[in-house]
């Protein structure tokens, strides 16, 4: 058993890569300001603070690093995903830990899809700017896995972007999902059995994790709005983007993921059919 920092353990993904990284590993998490998993080995950590990274990762002396935490507040995309991502990597570069860190499909403009892992990132929102400089600095540790994904989601716990749309239109405000907007829903067991399986292995630099199946953020939406039994629906429209602030397309070409993984990268609705089977 390998010992394993992951930060971001209050994250969504963190509810089920933290559960699953302790089965198989010496595995402590950091959060912010709560923590929902209440497990012993979590530590209270400002990821903007260098001092307090640097000396909690000493104090650990952790072989390997997943470094999941991020915000899409606008106030904190900078100094959280840009600063924080540069100080875990100096950290984990300075006690010779591996690091896996987590990114994102949108560092791309949704002009070029498919997406392999050769194509320059060309963000258009602060968002995507953002995740784009963290790479940089997560690239400059030897021993550095960037996995870009996409939507995250499970049938067990509502993904937050599910979950605003689910209290919008209960409310009955207007909500609008996009149909021409296109990307790899990816099921949250999946990426987490992904970045546990990468953590052992010696893949260095990026590698794109997602599901296969591509859907558009309307289908997707929809999909999900089914699977948690959301009726309520008559202030829903579906309509295009502005292609100017949203990326339209940002599917990936998953065919090195394929090679090097073991872990099976299922679509929505192959993991819609094995969850309703096994109810």
């Not at 690091?99 to 949704?110: A, R």
């Not at 194509?119 to 953002?130: E, F, L, N, V, W």
């Not at 990468?198 to 953020?217: D, S």
């Amino acid at each position: 058993m390998a010992r394993l920092l992951i930060t971001g353990g209050s994250s969504y993904l963190g509810h089920f890569l933290v559960p699953l990284a302790m089965e198989q590993h010496q595995t402590s998490y950091t959060y912010f300001t709560h923590d929902p998993l209440t497990a012993p080995a979590a530590y209270q950590l400002d990821l903007r603070d260098s001092t307090a990274v640097h000396e909690l990762v000493n104090q650990l002396q952790p072989e390997i690093i997943i470094h999941t935490a991020g915000s899409n507040r606008p106030a904190d995309m900078v100094n959280l995903i840009v600063s924080g991502t540069r100080h875990v990597a100096k950290a984990a570069q300075a006690v010779g830990a591996r690091l896996i860190h987590i990114s994102t499909d949108v560092v791309f403009n949704g002009q070029d899809a498919p997406y392999a892992e050769d194509a320059p990132p060309t963000p258009i929102h602060a968002y995507g700017r953002a995740k784009a400089q963290a790479e940089i600095f997560a690239a400059e540790h030897p021993d550095c896995a960037i996995v870009r994904t996409s939507l995250i989601y499970s049938l067990r716990m509502m993904d937050h972007g599910t979950a605003w749309l689910v209290n919008a239109l209960r409310d009955k405000k207007p909500v609008t999902l996009f149909s021409d907007q296109r990307r790899n829903p990816v099921w949250a067991d999946t990426l987490s059995s992904s970045c546990l399986e990468l953590a052992t292995n010696e893949h260095r630099g990026i590698l794109h994790v997602a599901g296969e199946q591509v859907l558009t953020r309307a289908e997707f939406g929809l999909r999900m709005l089914d699977w948690w039994g959301i009726e309520e629906r008559s202030s829903l429209t579906i309509s295009t983007s502005d292609h100017a602030r949203w990326p339209a397309d940002c599917t990936f070409d998953l065919s090195r993921a394929k090679s090097l993984l073991n872990t099976p990268l299922p679509g929505v609705d192959e993991v819609l059919r094995r969850q309703s089977a096994a109810k």
